[in-house]
């Protein structure tokens, strides 16, 4: 983890124990999260599962999939709340519970993997200097402890996009073809990291899915640098499966499922 989110998460700490705090979903006092709150987002994260059928950037026209991803839980009630909380201040409590719902879900997606690597989405620049720290990096501290797994911090935000679909600004409120334009090109590994990656199975992790253009272009970024990307996890999916797809995540449900490599994308998005 970077030194930058160690002492962010080491600030925070100190702040919760100097200025009274509320539990960020129902306002009860003392706890960042109530007993309560937390036993909601430890049920609405025990059943990790697939949601990648939700997300249009990550599924072709006829249907296969170009990028299999594993949820941790929906974007919603508890967990929704915790996780904006947490991107915005990094509480140490909402921090170790939110790793433990994230471990569930790597646990899930790497059950048939050998050698797998954890490779992080970089946070815009704008992001990590309003907030002092990288969210996904804070949470995949721990996360890589409890499951004896590397991560592999390569993926670097790109200083120019290639094509007319670099565009400024975030990505909230736009929808599917708005988002791909805006991150296409985005990402990129730098070239003195490329050979820590290449040949390594890979599984892209995340905070939110919403379209899945972010992942998708860390997809891209990490392909062009020879990795195999076998999938990726995410803390919450905004489209939860319906019937029509999806499904929790089992020991017998076969892992992660396709390669990109088996599944690239036949055009751009």
Same mark, same amino acid.
């Given at each position: 983890?970077?030194?930058?989110?160690?002492?962010?998460?080491? =600030?925070?700490?100190?702040?919760?124990?100097?200025?009274?705090?509320?539990?960020?979903?129902?306002?009860?006092?003392?706890?960042?999260?109530?007993?309560?709150?937390?036993?909601?987002?430890?049920?609405?994260?025990?059943?990790?599962?697939?949601?990648?059928?939700?997300?249009?950037?990550?599924?072709? &026209?006829?249907?296969?999939?170009?990028?299999?991803?594993?949820?941790?839980?929906?974007?919603?009630?508890?967990?929704?709340?915790?996780?904006?909380?947490?991107?915005?201040?990094?509480?140490?409590?909402?921090?170790?519970?939110?790793?433990?719902?994230?471990?569930?879900?790597?646990?899930?997606?790497?059950?048939?993997? %050998?050698?797998?690597?954890? =490779?992080?989405?970089? *946070?815009?620049?704008?992001?990590?200097?309003?907030? !002092?720290?990288?969210?996904?990096?804070?949470?995949?501290?721990?996360? *890589?402890?409890?499951?004896?797994?590397?991560?592999?911090?390569?993926?670097?935000?790109?200083?120019?996009?290639?094509? /007319?679909?670099?565009?400024?600004? !975030?990505?909230?409120?736009?929808?599917?073809?708005?988002?791909?334009? $805006?991150?296409?090109?985005?990402? $990129?590994?730098?070239?003195?990291?490329? %050979?820590?990656?290449?040949?390594?199975?890979?599984?892209?992790? %995340?905070? &939110?899915?919403?379209?899945?253009?972010?992942?998708?272009?860390?997809?891209?970024?990490?392909?062009?640098?020879?990795?195999? =990307?076998?999938?990726?996890?995410?803390?919450?999916?905004?489209? /939860?499966? %319906?019937?029509?797809?999806?499904?929790?995540? *089992?020991?017998?449900?076969?892992?992660?499922? /396709?390669?990109?490599?088996?599944?690239?994308? $036949?055009?751009?998005?």
């Amino acid at each position: 983890m970077r030194a930058a989110d160690l002492g962010a998460a080491a =600030v925070a700490e100190l702040l919760a124990l100097a200025v009274p705090v509320d539990c960020v979903c129902c306002g009860a006092e003392d706890l960042v999260l109530c007993v309560a709150c937390e036993r909601r987002v430890r049920h609405l994260t025990r059943h990790p599962f697939r949601a990648e059928a939700q997300a249009p950037a990550l599924m072709d &026209v006829d249907g296969s999939v170009i990028l299999p991803v594993v949820a941790a839980g929906a974007y919603r009630d508890e967990l929704a709340q915790a996780v904006l909380s947490f991107k915005g201040h990094g509480q140490h409590q909402l921090r170790r519970v939110l790793s433990r719902a994230l471990v569930r879900a790597i646990a899930a997606a790497a059950q048939h993997e %050998d050698q797998i690597a954890l =490779v992080p989405v970089p *946070s815009s620049a704008g992001a990590f200097v309003r907030r !002092g720290f990288s969210p996904v990096h804070l949470l995949l501290g721990p996360a *890589s402890r409890l499951t004896d797994t590397p991560v592999l911090d390569v993926l670097r935000k790109s200083q120019w996009r290639r094509g /007319p679909g670099g565009l400024p600004g !975030g990505q909230k409120g736009l929808g599917r073809g708005a988002r791909a334009s $805006r991150v296409r090109g985005s990402m $990129r590994v730098p070239a003195r990291k490329a %050979d820590g990656v290449a040949g390594r199975r890979c599984i892209i992790i %995340d905070d &939110v899915l919403t379209t899945g253009a972010t992942l998708a272009e860390a997809a891209r970024a990490l392909h062009e640098s020879g990795a195999i =990307v076998a999938g990726a996890v995410v803390l919450a999916a905004t489209r /939860p499966p %319906d019937s029509a797809g999806g499904g929790t995540v *089992s020991a017998e449900a076969g892992g992660m499922g /396709p390669d990109i490599e088996k599944n690239k994308r $036949r055009k751009d998005e």
